[in-house]
């Protein structure tokens, strides 16, 4: 499968400035690609399905200028979260979509908010 | 709506003990359904899948049965090692290619 890297994978920032984390898939081209966020003890949520060239599509409560998204290239997804609280402190986690049953998943990026 | 159910962890065995993780979904449709690991500091790995009712999907020793009058997809392995010491998550994917999973379960074997 393709493997696909997160940089970085620990952030630590002051509330009210932005972070941007990167997604690349390094051996496979990704039409698209998704970003997840994880609490402690609960499941993956996807945030927003990231198409390269176009403007990413967001699921419903996810607030899309919070949450920026750039997929400038088949390699690399962007999500910078704009003017981060405490409350987005969580884990994000981005995959490629392989095709129909598959994705291959980064090793998560760990935001701490203070 | 979709949603996956999968028993709360942690879950802590002993070497060569049988493993059981439980996992039902709710699902409008036919969906596929999934098991992932992933060990310490890694990504989501497949470890298996199945497409339709009464597949069996296998992997490493593990399997795990669709079960469409139970709606369960539970994880099973009949010795278990410590090197399957991580967390499991449960998914089904419908429509598209959004996946929907469970809270995952952290599984640690002791030698």
């Known amino acids: 499968g393709a493997v696909v890297s997160q940089h970085p994978s620990r952030v630590i920032c002051k509330s009210g400035t932005s972070v941007k984390i990167e997604c690349r898939s390094l051996d496979f081209q990704a039409t698209t690609m998704f970003w997840y966020r994880q609490f402690p003890k609960q499941s993956l949520m996807l945030m927003a399905t990231s198409n390269e060239g176009s403007k990413a599509t967001y699921e419903q409560g996810v607030e899309k200028d919070k949450f920026l998204i750039n997929h400038a290239s088949l390699t690399l997804s962007t999500l910078t979260v704009t003017s981060a609280h405490p409350e987005d402190s969580s884990f994000y986690i981005c995959s490629v979509d392989g095709g129909t049953d598959t994705q291959y998943f980064g090793p998560g990026t760990r935001l701490t908010v203070l | 709506g979709n949603s996956v159910t999968q028993m709360e962890g942690p879950v802590t065995l002993s070497e060569e003990a049988f493993l059981t993780i439980n996992c039902t979904y709710t699902?409008?449709?036919?969906?596929?359904l999934f098991w992932y690991v992933q060990y310490p500091g890694e990504g989501l790995q497949l470890l298996l899948k199945?497409?339709?009712?009464?597949d069996k999907g296998s992997n490493k020793g593990f399997e795990a049965t669709y079960r469409k009058e139970t709606t369960s997809f539970h994880l099973e392995k009949g010795s278990v090692q410590v090197s399957d010491s991580a967390v499991y998550f449960c998914?089904?994917?419908?429509?598209?290619?959004?996946?929907?999973f469970g809270t995952g379960t952290s599984l640690t074997v002791i030698p």
């Open positions: 199945a497409t339709k009712a009464d």
């Open positions: 998914a089904l994917r419908e429509t598209g290619n959004q996946f929907y």
């Open positions: 699902a409008t449709g036919y969906p596929s």
